[in-house]
Structures are given as C-alpha cells and as structure tokens.
C-alpha cells in the first residue's frame, strides 16, 4: 500500500486512481474510511471483498459539498436542507432518495442512499479533486476495530493511502431519516437536537 500525502499532488494522484476503479483509504471525521467509485460496479465489489462485508448491507457516500448530491440523490425535502445547513459539514449522515441509476450495491433492498459532507477537509478535497461522491465505510474487516492511522490499515488490495495522522477518538456519525425523523444510528448528535432543527426550531445556544 502506497502512502500518499494530503497534497495537491497527492490528492490528484488518489483521485485518478479512484477513477481507474482502485479502492484507497483516507481519513474523515471520524475513522480511516476506504474509498471507492459508487458507480463503477467492479470497484464496489472489489471494496466489499476487502472489506468481508455482506453486499446486502450498503456503506454510505461522502460529497466535497451538497452540490455533489446532485449526482447521487434524486431530490432534498425542505426538511433534509434545513439539517445540511445546520450540521454540514459535520458528523450528520442523511438517508436521502437515491437516484435509480446507482448501482445495485449503493442501494441494494431499497430506493435511499446515506449521505454525509464529512468534516474533514481531506476527504472533501478528495471528493472534489475525483468529481464524485465517493465511499466511505471503515478501513477494516467487518466486525475488527476501525483504523484511526495508515499504520492500523492491515487490508489487501488498497491501493493507497492518504496519511492526515493520527485521528482522536471520536463519536461516529449519527444516522438520520428526515423522512421519518428516525434515527438509525446513535452517534455524535443527539436525536432532541435533530428533530427539533428538522421541524425548523432549533435549540438556542447558551
């Protein structure tokens, strides 16, 4: 495995590799997180067997910005923009409607695909640097612990990696459905702080 620094230079040779289909690791805000095309079908096969991840459980899309959305999301409910404005970036996924060209693995059993700008500036500009949203599920077997350094990533078939250091522990994002307004993953905001900015009545700061 190849480690690449978060430079321009480095950031443009990750992203021609992403667009040639290869998996890479980079960190995000919360773990080392692999990256992958989510419309190249053999790149996500290639992820999932990295990863030993059943194909029926989807990993979730990073953008550089919510112009990205537009690529893989069919349409933003008042709702959902109302929380991308209060929280993005930051550690909010959003399960939004996917749009019907995504491949079988973004969207397996349903018609939804989650969604996070991540709060963490390399990750963004390596959104922007390959022009697409990219994958971002751990950087480790399923059920092993997440790497929180390139010297933890101990997969086959990753390419590269973009060193950011050490990451600090921190809380994973919480899973929302602003459909729904249920929470699906308890994470690092709390669910009386996202409904109450859903419903466009956010708590006021002491």
Not at 71 to 98: K, N
Not at 173 to 201: F, H, K, M, N
Request: proline letters at 10%.
């Amino acid at each position: 495995m190849r480690i690449v620094s978060p430079d321009e230079a480095g950031l443009a040779t990750v992203a021609s590799a992403l667009r040639a289909g290869k998996v890479i690791a980079c960190p995000t805000d919360t773990v080392y997180g692999l990256a992958a095309d989510p419309f190249n079908e053999e790149a996500l096969e290639r992820l999932f067997a990295i990863k030993e991840r059943d194909p029926a459980n989807p990993v979730l899309l990073i953008v550089a910005a919510q112009d990205q959305l537009e690529q893989v999301v069919e349409h933003v409910s008042e709702t959902a923009q109302r929380l991308m404005d209060h929280f993005w970036p930051g550690p909010l996924s959003l399960v939004l409607p996917g749009r019907p060209s995504l491949p079988h693995a973004i969207m397996p059993e349903t018609t939804r695909v989650c969604v996070r700008q991540p709060d963490c500036d390399i990750a963004r500009r390596l959104c922007a640097a390959a022009g697409m949203p990219l994958t971002s599920t751990s950087a480790n077997r399923t059920g092993e612990h997440p790497a929180r350094s390139v010297d933890e990533i101990a997969l086959p078939n990753v390419l590269m990696a973009v060193d950011g250091g050490p990451l600090p522990f921190s809380k994973p994002s919480t899973v929302y459905d602003p459909e729904s307004g249920a929470v699906l993953r308890e994470g690092a905001i709390d669910a009386e702080t996202l409904q109450a900015v859903a419903a466009g009545t956010p708590p006021q700061s002491s």
